[in-house]
């Protein structure tokens, strides 16, 4: 495969703004609403949702699902955004999203979808745990970059699924990782991937550049702390999960550099990884 390909490949992400469930505008104006330092109400957020009554009715299945572990069940955008807050009301609206990118589509064969759930909300789940052992200022904005830095993997199988399936053969083949494979069947990878497409949807350049360098932060130019905690939670989880190539070195060396002990960051991943809300999380996602 050719770097050409690749390339265009890049070029025509920009229209998938037009394939979410709901309008790209209700994104772009519910993270203005939320963004730090912002005075709109919660009436205000409510009323940017609440139109979209699909929307409306499976976030509140979201919220009242065993993830969160409410006490008693949320029956509007309101509640839901007092009860959870904003940014985890964000966090559903965004998940909703990329899984609506998705309907009516035959991804390849091999492409385990319920899998790539379960990955991506424990790598968030992950992250955020990390970032509160460390005192990381924002520990909610990295659970969100793990809900979508393996975006670019759905995409690519949506919209190249032959090249999809040429790298899966190609990691078989030559035992290579992911990202690895992907670097060398096209030249891009799919935190780049994800990073173009979070970009063309208007979300800040704090979500979509960790997501962009998560495998390989050290040479984030911007945010390079916390594309280091994803690369962090995405090694972690995937060497609990043993679904991947992943160097226990290269781990203990990027949680020494964040000044976690290994041991602890393997707990708080194994923590994360045994949360039993996740599944119902999922499956109301997919639903």
Known sequence: MSLEQGQKFLGRLADTRHELPFSPRLLQRLFAQTQEGSVTSLEEIANTISPDQGLTTRLLAVANSAFYGLQSQVTSVHRAATVLGL??????????????????????????????????????????????????PDPDNLFTAGLLHDLGKMIVAMHAPGDWQAIVALIREKQLSFHKAED????????????????????????????????????????????????????????????????????????????????????????????????????????
């Open 87 to 136: 940014k985890e009301l964000r966090n559903i609206v965004l998940a909703l999203g990329v899984q609506g990118l998705t309907k009516g589509r035959d991804l390849p064969d091999g492409f385990d979808l319920l899998g790539y759930w379960r990955h991506q909300l424990t790598v968030a789940l992950t992250a955020r745990l990390l970032a509160k052992e460390t005192g990381q």
């Open 184 to 287: 060398a069947w096209w030249g891009i990878e799919h935190g780049v991937i994800g990073a173009l497409v979070l970009k063309s949807w208007s979300l800040p350049a704090d979500l979509y550049e960790p997501v962009n360098w998560h495998h390989a932060p050290l040479a984030a130019p911007d945010y390079r702390t916390q594309a280091k905690f994803l690369c962090l939670a995405d090694m972690l989880s995937n060497l609990a999960a043993g679904t991947n190539r992943v160097s226990e070195k290269a781990v203990d060396a990027l949680a020494a550099h964040l000044a976690l002990p290994p041991d602890t960051a393997r707990e708080l991943a194994a923590r994360a990884a045994a949360d039993e809300g996740i599944g119902q999380f999922i499956s109301e996602v997919l639903r």
